[in-house]
């Protein structure tokens, strides 16, 4: 089964940019889609199609895709960022939806 | 405005059954795939079953596969998981969203605020 890796944590100071990865085999050729999870929260779709944004999601929130990473860029890192972020894909092989094991974003 | 509401959830020993509920409002709920997410305490997203719009296709993890049950009832606008042969595993936060599309662009654009399943003797 198709497997997403994150790494467990990010940490960042408070204005700077943070880059959270989410690495997978070829995950170039699929669509990668992010969510943000507050404490004691339900997850927030972030970006979609790679780079997309819902409406109501900050500018500052970027994706990008290829090869064997996609990447989520938060620029301007503020406090209320600090959360769990999570990467998804379908897996087609199995008809499954997968998700990263999720990165903790510390603002430092 | 699209919400989502769960219920159902509770305390049910290991080998017991229990039936989630998620009463859907704010879009065509018959033209949208729908899906359940849990989440283990202190651990990530782990994606349960996706429901088709139609209601024909089903998908499961292979952790609950032979298990558990994604169904929908339109006239309701509401979708189900029921749970049988439950394990201590089992325990986690349920989230109903819904599903952008079946398939390979699929993502949940909207969640509800999950029901609590705890499985313990």
């Known amino acids: 089964s198709y497997v997403l890796t994150q790494p467990p944590s990010v940490s960042v100071a408070p204005g700077k940019t943070a880059r959270i990865t989410c690495g997978g085999n070829n995950i170039g050729s699929k669509s990668v889609h992010w969510y943000q999870q507050k404490p004691g929260q ?44 999570y990467c998804q894909v379908w897996d087609s092989s199995g008809d499954h939806v997968v998700f990263g094991g999720g990165t903790k974003l510390t603002v430092l | 405005e ?9 305390l049910v020993q290991p080998g017991g059954s229990l039936r989630l509920s998620c009463a859907a409002s704010g879009f065509t709920f018959s033209s949208y795939a729908m899906s359940w997410v849990r989440q283990a305490p202190g651990k990530g997203l782990e994606w349960v079953s996706v429901i088709s719009d139609s209601g024909v296709n089903t998908y499961y993890a292979d952790s609950v596969k032979g298990r558990f049950t994604i169904s929908t009832d339109n006239s309701k606008n509401t979708v189900y998981l029921q749970m049988n042969s439950l394990r201590a595993e089992d325990t986690a936060v349920y989230y109903c969203a819904k599903f952008s599309r079946l398939g390979e662009l699929s993502f949940f654009d909207y969640w509800g605020q999950g029901t609590l399943i705890s499985v313990s003797s």
């Not at chain 1, 927030?44 to 819902?54: A, Q």
């Open chain 1, 42 to 85: 339900a997850p927030v779709l972030v970006i979609y199609y790679d780079s997309d944004r819902p409406s109501g999601i900050p500018e500052r929130f970027s994706g990008s895709n290829s090869g064997n990473t996609a990447t989520l860029t938060i620029t301007r890192v503020e406090a209320g960022d600090e959360a769990d972020y």
């Open chain 2, 2 to 10: 699209v919400q989502l509401l769960e219920s159902g959830g509770g």
